[in-house]
């Protein structure tokens, strides 16, 4: 299987406050042939306006990750924490028994880009953690850099579930490969910019799916932004 879903695809919503396009059935997109991908539940492409935000609301049972894109997003919750996401940095929560928490952009002129991702953790009931880390796109260049994984190795952040985050900025002109083992989920996420996958022309916003595929190629049409999932 080799799925392509173009940015266009996606549920599109503009809220005044939050613009937002989800990759997978949430809130008033209700699609029963488009619930998860593997252990992925969600993917939101959200925009925030200045001074606004999600108030206080609860999660269970789920591992959460947030990337700022551009912008910054203050982060407040029940566990006592209360940080300012910047561009560049990864948030990782596990829900686990349940937690509340709040989003919101505290700066009063410019909107906050990021993805909010969720998964289905490997149990149920765990202990509600938080963690957040800067990679800088610098050390991202031409290289897939992990940001979150299920193996407790190396600098990436940790979640409950079988799963590898990484991230690139890809130049015009080069090329990166992506190898996973056999029976793995690709996904594969065009952030910024525009990149030919197997062939295939992608642009911000577009996407793949795949299984049963080991490999990917990744060439740069233009300087581009990329995440990709290796997915159980």
């Known amino acids: 299987m080799f799925n392509i879903i173009r940015s266009e695809e996606r549920y599109q919503a503009d809220y005044g406050w939050l613009q937002t396009k989800y990759s997978f059935s949430f809130g008033p997109y209700d699609d029963p042939n488009n619930m998860e991908f593997g252990a992925l539940r969600v993917l939101n492409d959200d925009i925030v306006a200045p001074g606004t935000g999600f108030d206080f609301h609860p999660h269970n ?16 919750d029940s566990m006592g924490h209360k940080e300012v996401i910047r561009a560049g940095e990864v948030q990782c929560m596990t829900a686990g028994t349940g937690i509340y928490h709040s989003e919101t952009n505290p700066s009063t002129t410019e909107p906050v880009h ?6 289905y953790p490997e149990q149920q ?19 897939w850099i992990p940001v979150v994984t299920g193996h407790k190795t190396g600098e990436a952040l940790h979640i ?26 690709f996904f594969l996420f065009v ?3 525009a990149c030919l996958v197997n062939g295939e022309r992608l642009e911000a916003g577009d996407s793949i799916r795949a299984v049963g595929i080991e490999q990917l190629e990744v060439a740069g049409l233009s300087d581009a932004h990329l995440m990709w999932m290796d997915l159980a």
């Open 125 to 143: 009931g765990l202990t509600p953690t938080y963690d957040q880390k800067a990679f800088p796109v610098r050390e991202q260049k031409n290289m």
């Open 160 to 185: 409950h579930q079988d799963v590898i985050v990484r991230l690139a900025t890809l130049e015009a002109g080069k090329t990166l490969t992506c190898e996973q083992a056999p029976g793995r989920r």
């Open 61 to 76: 049972n789920m591992e959460i990750v947030t990337y700022v894109i551009s912008g910054e997003l203050l982060h407040q």
């Open 191 to 193: 952030i910024e910019g």
């Open 114 to 119: 990021l993805l909010q991702i969720w998964f």
